[in-house]
């Protein structure tokens, strides 16, 4: 694959992801479509030109999007996420409830006699 490619392609999947990888990471998760050379020497690349940020650890390279470069939200689109995270937790804990009280009719009806079980024990 070309340079060019490779750095475009990469550039994406760390756009997409939004997290930090390793060059090793990167290849994996790629599928081995681009070599490791070209892999390392794309991210090395693309930090240079500012798109990535490197971070060493040890003997390890970490790189991740430069979170600069990403639009930033304004108040109101932070107070409408928040709304909707908070509708949603209000969502989770109401579905948990009937969810919890829907095992306890079952607990309840396994426990109980079949009609047939019933029947016999009359008998």
Known sequence: MAAAAADKKILKYMQDQNRPYSATDVLLNLHKEIGKTQVVKSLEGLA????????VY?????????????????????????????????????????????????????SSLTTAQARERLN
């Open 48 to 55: 240079k030109a500012g798109h990535l940020v490197e971070k």
């Open 58 to 110: 040890g003997k390890q390279k970490i790189y991740f999007v430069n979170q600069n470069t990403l639009p930033s939200l304004g108040e109101t689109e932070l107070k409408d996420l928040e709304t909707a995270i908070s509708e949603k937790t209000k969502d989770v804990t109401l579905l948990r409830e009937e969810t919890r009280n829907i095992d306890n009719q079952l607990g309840s009806l396994n």
